[in-house]
Structure formats: C-alpha cells, structure tokens
C-alpha cells in the first residue's frame, strides 16, 4: 500500500456506491482513496502509519462523499453579500424596505449606486411590486436597483432609468418586458430581458473584486459540505477570468464546473470559434486543472414566481397570463443544434411546462439533424414538467436538475396563486423521475434559496412548505436517493463519475463529515445535521477545529 497522508477512523461511511455499502475506516493517499475497511480501525498489520500520516478520529460521526451542487450562482452570491439585504424575513412591508435604501442613499454621495437584492412581492404586506416612484422617494439623487428574490424581476427608481435611456417610448425587448401603470407610464419593473439596459451602465467590478467574491462565497459554501460547484452563468470575460483565478489560486477550494452563458460562443465573442474541447482544455490549462467546462447555457423561460415562466394554461388566479418563451422555436432549435455540434453539453433553463416542451423539441431537432453522442445535455429547475415531458427527457437522454428547493420556498404560493393545486403538488417531480430512470440531481439556486446539500436533501425526503403542508407527497424520493442526487448522481452530471461521487478505492478524497446518519435520525431533522468538516483531495477546508486529529 503507498504511503497514507489521511487515515479516518471509527467513521459511519456512507459510501453511496452502487451498493450502498457502508464502512469504518478510510485511507487516502495524494488526494485519492487507497483503501476501505468495514471496521472503525484495521487489524494490526493490515494498515502502516508513519508519523506523517494525519489520523482523524470520527468517534463515530457519518463520512459521506463531498457534496455536489450542479447549479448555483456563486459569484453572484459573493456579490450579493456586499449589497442591501430587502428579504421579506427581514423586511415585512414596503416601507421597510424603503426604510433601508433611504439610510443608505444618506450614507452614499450623490450619483453613487444602491443595489439591493431579496424583495417578494408575494410576501410583503402590500403583496406588490416596489415601482420607482417608491424608491424616489427615499432616494432621488442615486441610482437604485432592487432584484427580486427569484432573480427575474428587477426595479429601479428613476434616475437609474435615466442613466440607462429607458423612455416611456421604449419597446419591449424579446424574452422580456418593461412593467407599466394604468396610464401606460413606466413604473421602474423590469422584467427578465428588461432588465439588460440597467445591467450594462452599472459599475464595473474588477476581476480582483469579483476574485474577492468568490473567496466570500466559497467559505460558505465549504461550511455546507460542498468539494464541487457549478457556476450556472458566466456571462462575460471578467466573470470567467475571476473564476480562472480564483481557482488556480485554490482562493476557491473547490472543484469548479462553469456554464459559459451561449451569447459568450456566437461569432464575434469570446469564444465564438471554439469548440467545447478547445474552451474546455484552456480552462483546465488556465486553472491548473481545477476547473471545468460544465455547458453552453441557454434561458427559454423566466421565473413562476414573476409569472414570467412559460406554461400551457394559465396561471391560477391569472388566466390572462400564460407566461413568455425567451426564444422562438426555429431560433432556438439552430441554437442548440449549432453547440450540439460542436461538441457542447447543452444545459437550458425551464421552469414552465411549455419551455420544457420547447427546450425537447430543440434537443430532439439537434440529436436528430447533428448526430447522437453521450451528450448529457440537460433542463434546469425542471419545475412543471408533465408525465409526457418526462417520458420524452429519458427517450431522449436528457438529465434534470431539479430546484427542489421551491417546494419549501414557494409551494405554498404556487397552490394558491401561481398553478393551482393540482399542477403545484407535481412541481419537482422526483419520484416520476426515479421511475424513468432519469439522470438526475438537485440543486440550490444559490442565492435564490440559501446554500446548504441538507437542505435540498431534506425536501425532497419530506416536500414540506413553509406553512408545513406536504406537497405531493407521492412526488417524495427515500433518503438515500437523495443524497445520492447531491453526490454520485452529481458526479455523472458533470461526466466524472469513474473519479467522483462516491467513496470507493481510486476516486477523489472528498469528503463531508455529518454530525448524525441522515439514513437514520428522522427525516424532520435532515436539514439541522451540523457539518463537522470538509476534505478536498484529502485536505480539510471547513472544520478543522471541530473533530479530532492526531
């Protein structure tokens, strides 16, 4: 046996391999595992430590692989950490909110930026829209942007407006629209594709500053057991550097998989003339190695909760509003087909039922016009998918990542005001899913929802709402399946599942070390398991102080 850097011991292994097997003690060596044993501590002779050798003793705490979330928006996250918190937990009306922005813009000069990010309009007391004559109130002389929790609805007051010449003239752009009042005046909404003209005349952040972001974010990340990460949009050339760098420089620890936004591969861009190969090697190259090509990113719909995701009836108490696709067919079939053929995993987002429906129909004109290969290519939130689309997913190969999360968040609201009862109990439909085979995992949305593999774990075990109704209780998936969408199925996700995901001799040392087995402790409790610690290659990231090494 080569020589062993990290010896665990008296561990309750979760192995999560085909298996399921479980195991007592574990040997790494230079970042990989050399050897597993069903005891907490090998016969003599069957194991030879040196004085080098770090020996962890568990005392009994759960090893399980290091978790993966397919699709979050870390940088992001970092970026949001520095701005105005207007999340209803902390703001319950409107003029709590304003309360806010009016003692920043006091603190800020004149002309100086204010963005805040987290205001529902479902939930605060007057259940609307901030519009931009609230926010000139409180602040007249900055700039303001407010991004609504689902990250698809924007306002801004306005001079913001002003700054970025929106008139009342203004058209509509395509996959989005600009929200106006009775008279037809704008009324600072923006919604999805609207929001753009606001995006391009913000500050720019330097790449150090975004670097920085990702240091922020990635300390959290580690503290929730997570070794590998995908950014689900890198939008620009600062975005993907900051996250070259960050990785090179293990500022994030992390194991790094990024979605390159598709405008980012047209003619003309950045990488307008690679083919996925080639823009995969040169993040490898640029990184050392740490990070990935995970896809091409793609939107055909918004957000449910901005009823702007694209649905075949109605919404609920809506019937007017049917939502919007970003694309039209033609366009986003020569899209895909374009990236399919050269070599690209595709991942697209789709909330609604109707932009999953088109998001096959584009998937399917691509495997047929340019070729069938391993593609992997996948749907994003997955969250209104019919029996008949998950039928098509599996005939066609296609994975889902699932934002198991809405049903806690918004599954109330999405029985009463956005789908109905009967569509909202499906929302996530993990169990159909396990069914048909899927490939599949879950996924966080961070900063939609707060980062943490438990807590997706736990809703999809239980699918509680906040007000503690069981949504779709057949919909449910056992505890095991879970953990598995959050690690070995995450690893064939990201087409690593010979060296990732589970904890079997030659794969990667990454590890999670959980203060209870959630294959035991009530499923309730699942999302309150403290994370004792966190190895990459092997190598504690999170928690050192918190178990025992010797």
Same mark, same amino acid.
């Given at each position: ?49 040196? =004085?080098? %050798?770090?020996?962890?003793? *568990?005392?009994?705490?759960?090893? !399980?692989? &290091? #978790? ?5 928006? $870390? ?25 806010? =922005?009016? %003692?920043?813009?006091?603190? *800020?000069?004149?002309?100086?930026? !204010?963005? &805040? #990010? ?5 939930? $605060? ?426």
């Amino acid at each position: 046996m080569s020589k062993i850097d990290l010896f665990i011991k008296n561990a309750n292994v979760l192995t999560l391999d085909s298996q399921n097997r479980r195991a007592g003690s574990v040997a790494v060596s230079d970042g990989k595992i050399i050897g597993i044993w069903a005891e907490g501590e090998p016969a003599k002779g069957e194991i030879n430590l040196s =004085v080098q %050798t770090s020996v962890v003793d *568990l005392q009994g705490a759960t090893l !399980i692989p &290091g #978790f993966i979330d397919t699709h979050n928006h $870390i940088l992001m996250y970092g970026e949001l950490k520095e701005q105005l918190d207007c999340s209803p937990s902390l703001h319950k009306s409107i003029q709590d909110v304003l309360a806010v =922005v009016g %003692t920043k813009a006091k603190e *800020l000069p004149d002309g100086e930026w !204010i963005k &805040g #990010f987290g205001y529902d309009d479902t939930l $605060i007391i007057e259940k609307r829209h901030l519009t931009c004559e609230d926010l000139d109130q409180v602040a007249p002389h900055n700039p303001v942007i407010i991004t609504h929790i689902s990250g698809h609805v924007a306002t801004v007051n306005s001079l913001a407006l002003q700054i970025a010449g929106i008139r009342n003239d203004i058209s509509d752009p395509p996959g989005g629209h600009f929200g106006r009042d009775e008279k037809g005046q704008l009324n600072g909404v923006l919604y999805d594709h609207a929001m753009e003209p606001i995006t391009n005349v913000l500050p720019k952040r330097t790449v150090g500053d975004l670097v920085q972001s990702i240091r922020n974010a990635a300390q959290d990340y580690v503290a929730q057991g997570i070794t590998t990460n995908t950014d689900a949009a890198i939008s620009g050339k600062d975005d993907f550097e900051a996250h070259i760098q960050a990785a090179k420089k293990s500022i994030n620890p992390m194991r790094t998989q990024l979605m390159i936004m598709h405008h980012l591969l047209n003619d003309g861009e950045i990488f307008g003339q690679y083919s996925a190969a080639q823009l995969n090697q040169e993040i490898q190259e640029k990184s050392g190695g740490r990070a990935k090509l995970d896809s091409a990113k793609l939107f055909q719909d918004g957000s449910i909760q901005a009823f702007t995701g694209a649905l075949r009836e109605p919404y609920y108490q809506n019937p007017d509003i049917t939502g919007e696709l970003i694309h039209q067919q033609e366009v986003l079939n020569k899209l895909v087909l374009d990236l399919h053929q050269r070599g690209f995993r595709i991942a697209t987002h789709g909330n609604g039922d109707r932009a999953i429906g088109s998001i096959l129909e584009a998937y399917s004109y691509a495997l047929t016009n340019g070729g069938q290969r391993d593609h992997r290519h996948r749907i994003e939130h997955v969250q209104t998918a019919t029996p008949k689309d998950i039928a098509m997913m599996q005939k066609l190969g296609v994975a889902a990542s699932f934002f198991i999360n809405h049903v806690y968040y918004w599954g109330d609201r999405h029985r009463q005001i956005f789908l109905g009862p009967e569509r909202a109990k499906r929302i996530s439909p993990l169990h159909e899913a396990v069914d048909a085979n899927l490939l599949f995992t879950l996924h966080s949305d961070c900063p939609v929802t707060p980062i943490s593999p438990l807590f997706s774990v736990w809703a999809a075990v239980n699918r509680f709402t906040k007000d503690g109704y069981v949504l779709g209780a057949d919909q449910r998936i056992d505890v095991e399946k879970a953990l598995k969408s959050m690690t070995s199925y995450g690893a064939k996700m990201n087409f690593d599942e010979d060296v990732s995901g589970s904890i079997e001799i030659g794969k990667n040392a990454d590890f999670a070390v959980l203060e209870a087995d959630p294959t035991t402790v009530n499923p309730v409790e699942i999302k309150d398991i403290s994370i004792l610690a966190t190895y990459i290659d092997g190598r504690p990231v999170y928690g050192q102080g918190k178990i025992r090494t010797t």
